[in-house]
């Protein structure tokens, strides 16, 4: 299995022969708005380019949708992708917005496996920050709050857990004691709306992460890319350092990751 973070949460999972887009956010550097009601709103974004070009990055088997935030899906996005690729997403609600675009192979991903090719997929749950918190100021906005996460499954393969964009909490928890992953990547820039609450992790909810799965390697995506953003991979770094974690990993945009099956 590869993963290759591309840029905030958009990555390329190599897993068994297919190559799925994760929340393609294709657009260039500073096109849009920070966003209203979050910290920073004056900050444009994306704050950084991509680091390969659209047609390099698109040039995948299937795509995997979480939410449709504008953080992880733009037009840029509707315009370069086929309009028959195979796309997972989480909901009715989403699979009909990607058809109004002219998508036309959508799959609605459940707890119950889905399979493409030889991998097998699970949809997991989260919280986009604090459910009874964060889920009213998303209504306010005019902004669906669920954003699903994957598990991926294949014969000598690792088993992967996409968390999402989701903080530390109970469904992160049973998703990883169901599923025993070797492999978990947690969107860890602790983006945050205004009063200061987490949408998505942030150092305390990798710190948890990495010791409640200390024999999984932890891959930290979603990094200084949104205006929101609050923690940085050196703040990670640093994480690292002063609790002597092993199994955290801190990718740049362009890098690739490699990990195989544990014997």
């Not at 997991?124 to 964060?134: F, L, S, W, Y």
């Amino acid at each position: 299995m590869q993963i290759t973070q591309i840029r905030n949460a958009t990555v390329i999972i190599n897993y068994a022969q297919t190559r799925f887009l994760v929340d393609p956010w294709l657009g260039p550097k500073d096109y849009m708005p920070g966003f209203e009601g979050a910290v920073h709103p004056e900050i444009r974004q994306p704050r950084v380019e991509l680091p390969y070009p659209i047609e390099k990055i698109v040039d995948v088997d299937a795509v995997i949708l979480t939410h449709v935030h504008p953080d992880h899906w733009d037009d840029f996005a509707a315009k370069a992708l086929n309009k028959n690729i195979k796309i997972f997403t989480q909901s009715e609600t989403d699979k009909q917005f990607l058809s109004s675009l002219g998508f036309t192979n959508v799959e609605i991903l459940t707890q119950a496996p889905a399979r493409l090719h030889q991998v097998t997929l699970f949809k997991t749950q989260g919280q986009h920050g604090k459910r009874e918190i964060v889920k009213p100021v998303c209504e306010q906005l005019g902004m669906p709050y669920d954003a699903m996460g994957v598990v991926f499954k294949a014969q000598e393969e690792p088993t992967l857990y996409l968390a999402g964009d989701t903080i530390w909490c109970p469904e992160v928890q049973n998703a990883l004691d169901t599923y025993q992953p070797d492999v978990v990547v947690v969107n860890a820039c602790a983006a945050s709306v205004a009063n200061g609450e987490h949408l998505i992790m942030g150092k305390e909810d990798v710190l948890q992460t990495s010791r409640y799965a200390p024999h999984a390697a932890i891959v930290a995506s979603h990094m200084d890319t949104v205006s929101h953003l609050t923690v940085t991979r050196q703040d990670l770094k640093e994480l690292v350092k002063e609790n002597n974690l092993s199994n955290l990993f801190i990718p740049n945009d362009g890098e690739t990751l490699t990990f195989t099956a544990k014997n």
